[in-house]
Structure formats: C-alpha cells, structure tokens
Nanobody, 116 residues
Framework: QVQLVESGGGLVQVGDSLRLSCAAS????????MGWYRQAPGKEREFVAA????????RSADSVKGRFTISRDNAKNTLYLQMNSLKAEDTAIYYC?????????WGQGTQVTVSS
C-alpha cells in the first residue's frame, strides 16, 4: 500500500508560479510511472502530467504543455510539479497517483487557486 501526501498549493495571481510536492510512504514508488491529476469545481478529475519510473520520459496534457514540468526524486520517494505562468483555469485540487491511477491511492490533494 502507498500513502501519497500532496503539498505546496496556495492562492496565487495569474502569471505566478508554484511547485507542488507529493511525498510517498508505505512503499517505494521508484518502480512506478507516476502522475499528477487535477479536479476543478464541478468537473471530472483530469490527467495533468506523468513521468516514467526513471524520470527519463514525461508527457503532459495539452492545456499545461510548456508551462508545467513534472519531475521526481526517487531517493526521496517524492514527485514534483513545477507550475509556471499559471492561469485562472488552472484552479483545482491537484492530486498525485500512479499512472494510470490506483483508486485506493488517492490522497487529499492540494488546492491551487489562481486569482485574476
């Protein structure tokens, strides 16, 4: 079983940056492809970005391409999401999970609010 705890969210202005972290415990995540997901108010949870187990390959949703960067530190069992040039439509609760996600591994998420 893996426990995932997201942090780093907050209230920012349009154009600002944030770095989210996802700390894993219970077992190592170094063997797994990992991803970030988000859920905006009134919408379904959606894929944001994913990274291979080694960190050598990444992919992201078109809506965040060129602005968000996913990375990982396997030694620290931690996943990151650097978010630049934030837009109001990036407002959501952000979650990390395996890619594809495992239902039992969803954490509480971290709220990101981008104010215009």
């Amino acid at each position: 079983q893996v426990q995932l705890v997201e942090s780093g969210g907050g209230l920012v202005q349009v154009g600002d940056s944030l770095r989210l972290s996802c700390a894993a415990s219970g077992r190592t995540i170094r063997s797994y492809e990992m991803g970030w997901y988000r859920q905006a108010p009134g919408k379904e949870r959606e894929f944001v970005a994913a990274i291979s187990w080694s960190g050598g390959s990444t992919r992201s949703a078109d809506s965040v391409k060129g602005r968000f960067t996913i990375s990982r530190d396997n030694a620290k069992n931690t996943l990151y999401l650097q978010m630049n040039s934030l837009k109001a439509e990036d407002t959501a609760i952000y979650y990390c999970n395996l890619a594809p996600p495992v239902p039992d591994y969803w954490g509480q998420g971290t709220q990101v609010t981008v104010s215009s």
